[in-house]
């Protein structure tokens, strides 16, 4: 097992990487220490994974809430019928609930979490890649809004990460790949050595090889972690995180949430980015090749659906980077290096949308 720590001050917290870690006696005993436990999981995670979980938990009083799959799920409705639970079942502010499942789980479990009685702990097993690498890592919780994705949220720190690499196995294909565009994010705008063993591993990861599995997630976290410990509620640096994810998100709400998945919009929206930079004089045609190529290899989109750019540019303008009406987007500036900036034409942006829209 590897254990990496988000060196927060008092809000640090240790995420545990490693094959057969979800069922180790011991490992949560620190942070349950028979307190009331809410499992917070979805339809197809739960019947795999909840008895080793509810076997770390000792005798504490555990209830469990199994959420529908998908993005449909982080709504108010869930939301409500969460804490509507927490309400009826008295769970005081000594309570603490454990998101088991995909990214999904752990966005609207943690942000039950942060808002129960103005915040009770909570711990994160994520089951899938993106989540591994990305969602359970960091605070960010929160649902998304009709007008919006992840509109509606509060930033709380999970009291530790559990990520048993063996709960992959079950991932569709798919979900594998989604999870994927968001390990290429970090190589491009942390890491360009990283993307690099990313371009030769391509075939491992998708055969999902352990040892190629296992390195791309402890990659991924320690990318995180550094950028979070730098800027935890994302006044600046944190932004990077997002590449992509502004033309992402366009794409999600104006599919409807789950239609396309969320990595599967990141892929095509770090394609957008790349082009737009390149397009700008930032990157090289080579640079936006290398990013198409590889998120190709590993079967993900890298153009948006047909869409209106007008709608879309409406979509762009609700993300939570925008200040002062400005779209701030995430640009390259080469492989493992970008930029957060609003310093662009709008015309431009504009073209390069109108440009990927016709086919
Ligand atoms: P998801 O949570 O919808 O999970 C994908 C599907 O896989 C679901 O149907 C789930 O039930 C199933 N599943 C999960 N684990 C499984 C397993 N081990 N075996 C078989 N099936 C399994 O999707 P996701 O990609 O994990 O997360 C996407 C969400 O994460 C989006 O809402 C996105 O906005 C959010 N997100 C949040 C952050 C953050 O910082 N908080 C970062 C990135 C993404
Ligand atoms: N996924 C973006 C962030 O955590 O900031």
Not at 59 to 82: A, Q, Y
């Amino acid at each position: 097992m590897i254990t990496l720590n988000v060196d927060l001050g008092r809000r640090s917290y240790p995420i545990f990487i490693g094959s057969g870690i979800l069922g180790t006696s011991g490992l949560l005993t620190p942070y349950i220490n028979g307190r009331d436990c809410l499992i917070l999981s979805s339809e197809t995670v739960a019947p795999i994974y909840l008895e080793p979980l509810r076997a770390m938990l000792g005798t504490s009083r555990t209830e469990v809430m199994i959420l529908p799959d998908g993005e449909t799920s982080k709504n108010f409705t869930c939301l409500e019928s969460i804490l509507d639970l927490m309400v009826e079942k008295k769970y005081s502010r000594d309570g603490i609930v454990i998101t088991l499942g995909g990214g999904v789980i752990g966005d609207i479990g943690g942000f039950a979490a942060a808002i129960y009685q103005r915040g009770v702990d909570f711990i994160q097993v994520p089951t899938t890649l993106l989540a591994q690498v990305d969602s359970s890592v960091g605070g960010k919780t929160g649902i998304n809004h009709p007008g919006g994705k992840n509109l509606v949220g509060a930033f709380h720190q999970p009291r530790c990460v559990l990520s048993d690499t063996d709960t992959l196995r079950t991932l569709p294909d798919r979900e594998l790949s989604a999870g994927l565009a968001e390990v290429v994010k970090y190589g491009l705008i942390a890491d360009a050595d990283f993307f690099s063993w990313l371009e030769e591993q391509a075939n491992g990861l998708l055969k999902r090889e352990p040892a190629a599995l296992d390195y791309a997630i402890k990659r991924s976290c320690e990318i995180k972690a550094g950028v979070v410990v730098e800027d935890e509620t994302e006044q600046g640096i944190r932004a990077i995180l997002n590449f992509g994810h502004t033309f992402g998100h366009a794409i999600e709400r104006c599919m409807g949430y789950g239609e396309w998945l969320h990595g599967e919009a990141v892929a095509a929206g770090m394609c957008m980015a790349a082009r737009f930079s390149e397009q700008l004089g930032w990157s090289s045609t080579d640079d936006s090749q290398r990013v198409r190529h590889l998120l190709t290899r590993l079967n993900l989109p890298c153009q948006p659906p047909p869409l209106n750019p007008g709608d879309f540019m409406a979509a762009m303008s609700m993300d939570k980077k925008v200040i002062g009406g400005e779209i701030r987007l995430v640009l390259m500036a080469g492989i493992g290096n970008v930029k957060v900036t609003a310093d662009y034409p709008s015309h431009e942006l504009l073209d390069m949308l109108s440009g990927q829209f016709i086919r």
